[in-house]
């Protein structure tokens, strides 16, 4: 049998691509950014869990949510499906953290959430007990929850591929604490070469062509502009979900090795959000407060839950209360409204009424309390500024409080940050002189605790080892509350806080402590010509002198004010970062 042999060899070059962005911990840059929690094991994937509030003032009901944090891998999306599943019906809000990912898995990560009719927020979640993925944590505690903890938007992150997850959810929160930001794809090329060797053989008299296909992997490359093809999917995808262009115009223009932060103004305008409210919207005690609670509250027949997150340490006993000598106490804390039923969850804001004020439970609290906050921004990283928290109802001991860590500070300078439902009279005013005299600034605001600095330590309330950040939900200042902000030397009230008065009796004394701090007699007759509480608008604040300025928080506790010259007296480096500066040099 005659074999004829001939070789033809073909060099062909083939392509396989793979899309994805800068996730890889060697890459990522923690100069512009760091992600605590995730980078302490390189980036981890991220883990969907179920998360119950363990937020002071949550009891048997309370608001739940998924925690998203971690990068996004090829196999996040079967994850979010598999916890999806075991829900059911239930529709619970997405807190996401993420330094981003794999493109294509954004992607459907986004069309599970728009397809479930889920909201979505930028924010990280603080655990009660543990974190995550480490051994023991998890274990149940009663009643089908297993996580416990609050959420916030200070430190929170959702770049590279991950707002393309984001732009999935129904409703869309980005606080101004959350950092959003993009960049261009980083795509991986994946070089093959096909060879072709074609064989001739003869049987039984016919000729067959034989064709073998032998296939040489070559070195991986990445290319750091976006293909057309991809621009294209990309596109098509933001017009799917509502999202405008903008967003990939950004992409674009930045730098695969850099990052651009989308503000909150330019989200609101690409449509990439659609609320610049806190996750608080999702997560707050108070959604579970009303008649009609919000679709992701659950009732839980016997509380089960430790202690709460924000709370480091039992209240102290009673003492002693004021002299016989001092006047009559006179209470002004009011009772809370009942809260109202939200819109459902599910359900994106279309022109929603105006909804009733609806206040932190905190403010209520049975006794004021003085804590020194050192902020958690990644902004301010290292030099950040501090306050002084003050949340709760004014009491006769509240001068003698304040006065007692004042003592104890290195830095007696502080802002104070107060959110109060009201209180006493005259502790009120005693407060406001103390103040005054130690020439403080006061902004009405709330600080939520998110933790302890160094981790782990035990908070005390004096020890100003706490960290925490600024929140504009459910700011509230009302009845001596107001005489208390009229001792700061600044004094501003964020725009979304509540600062109303009433007529608290002991006119000669008002009136005189008033002038005393060069109050306009303006805000004593809008005090004393309503008998029931009168909500004070900016405007009237300002003009009757009981605001400084139209200045938010920021300009006291910001993340980068300490970066200005000269820097302000309540910025301070880390202990160790101070130690380290004060040690003698070495020889």
Known sequence: MARLVMALAMAMAAFAVKAGDISDPKMWNPNTWYFQHLLTDGISEMRFVVVRSSATGCKTNCPEWISAEGAIQAGTPAKLRSILKTLGTRKLPIIVNSPGGDVDAALQLGRIIRKNGLDIAIGKTEFSDCWPGTEGCGASVGKGVTYLGVASDGGAMCNSACPLMFAGGVRRLAGGWAYLGVHQITTTWFPSTRHFRTTYKTIRGKRYQVTTETVTEGQSYKTYEMGKGFARKISA????????????????????SDIQRITLHDMLTMKLATSTDTVELF?????????????????????????????????????????????AA????KTAPAPQAEAPMSQPAKAPPIAPFQAAAGNAAPEMRFVVVRGSDPLCDPDCPEWISAEGAITPRTPQKLRQLLAALDNPRLPIVISS???????????????HERKLDVVVDRTIITGCNPAGAGCLDDNGAYIGLISQFGVECDSACALLLAGGARRLVDPKARLSVSSMGQARIVRAYLDEMAISPALFAAIEGSSVERQLEPDMMLK????????????LTGPVICRSMPKPDNCRLPPSANAQAKAPPKL
Not at 243 to 255: I, N, W
Not at 299 to 316: C, G, L
Not at 330 to 333: D, F, L, Q, S
């Open 283 to 327: 997560t707050g005690v108070v959604l579970c407060m009303g008649d009609k609670p919000a679709p992701n509250c659950r009732e839980i027949s016997e509380d089960t839950r430790p202690a709460a997150v924000t709370t480091a340490k039992t209240a102290p006993a009673p003492q002693a209360e004021a002299p016989m000598s001092q006047p």
């Open 544 to 555: 009757v002198g009981l605001t400084t300025g139209p200045d938010t928080s920021d300009t």
């Open 237 to 256: 995808y933001l017009r799917e979900m509502g999202v405008g262009q903008g967003v990939l115009e950004k992409m674009k223009a930045t730098p695969a």
């Open 421 to 435: 439902r009201g209180g006493d009279l005259f502790g009120a005013l005693a407060t406001g002189r103390l103040i």
């Open 330 to 333: 006179v209470t002004m804390a």
